[in-house]
């Protein structure tokens, strides 16, 4: 079946521009995770969603990262008032709960000018 | 929180031969400790995961141990080829909390 699929592959901006990212879990996963892999890092935890419980935001960097799921399937990630140190891939995971294998998109590669 | 500390961050070796990258854990309650490849431009796959309450699992060239006492987690792949070069990243997570928290990966670069 299909994987997570992500939206735009890549997206350049300029400084102080806000962005949306897209994230399609897989059909049925009732978990979605977005990470951030700044250049020749590893994965960092930006925020989780699980069913209809409040999401887990303790990863997210500033209050100029928010994130929403609609309909417990599609996610939408929003940084606002980019910055350069925004620049990073992003990555969206889903899984069918606690510690089970979390399957990840190929992420969208975000550049700020 | 939980700390994962991978070694080493680069890793050359001949096609055919082994490889071994080993990472640490700081939680004992750490419970899920999955292993993820990432090639160029490309999302992570999971190739192979443990869980603690074995010590080893093996899926024909690729095997994990785990040794819960010393908080250490291996990936080992025999008879490498070309394509197993990329990037490897370890993980681990506690039950009840399903984020993962990633070493910093290894580059394996297998030269035919």
């Known amino acids: 079946g299909a994987g997570v699929s992500q939206s735009p592959s890549n997206k350049v901006t300029e400084k102080g521009k806000d962005v949306e990212l897209r994230c399609d879990p897989i059909?049925?996963?009732?978990?979605l995770y977005w990470y951030r892999q700044s250049l020749g890092q590893g994965l960092e935890f930006l925020i989780y969603f699980q069913g209809n419980s409040a999401p887990d935001k303790s990863g997210l960097p500033s209050d100029r990262f928010s994130a929403e799921r609609t309909g417990g399937s599609v996610s939408t990630l929003t940084i606002q008032r980019t910055q350069q140190e925004d620049s990073a891939v992003y990555l969206c995971a889903s899984n069918t709960g606690d510690n089970q294998p979390q399957h990840f998109g190929d992420g969208t590669r975000l550049s700020i000018l | 929180g939980e700390n994962v500390e991978q070694h080493p961050s680069t890793l050359s070796v001949q096609e055919g031969d082994s490889a071994v990258i080993k990472c640490t854990y700081s939680?004992?309650?750490?419970?899920?400790f999955p292993w993820y490849k990432q090639e160029l431009g490309k999302g992570p796959q999971l190739i192979i995961d443990i869980r603690s309450n074995v010590g080893e699992k093996k899926d024909q060239r690729i095997a994990v141990t785990l040794n819960k006492t010393a908080k250490h987690f291996s990936l080992h792949i025999t008879e490498t080829q070309p394509e197993d070069s990329a990037v490897y990243f370890c993980a681990a997570s506690i039950t009840g909390y399903s984020t993962l928290t990633f070493g910093k990966g290894t580059m394996l670069l297998v030269s035919p």
């Open positions: 939680d004992s309650a750490s419970n899920y």
């Open positions: 059909s049925g996963h009732t978990a």
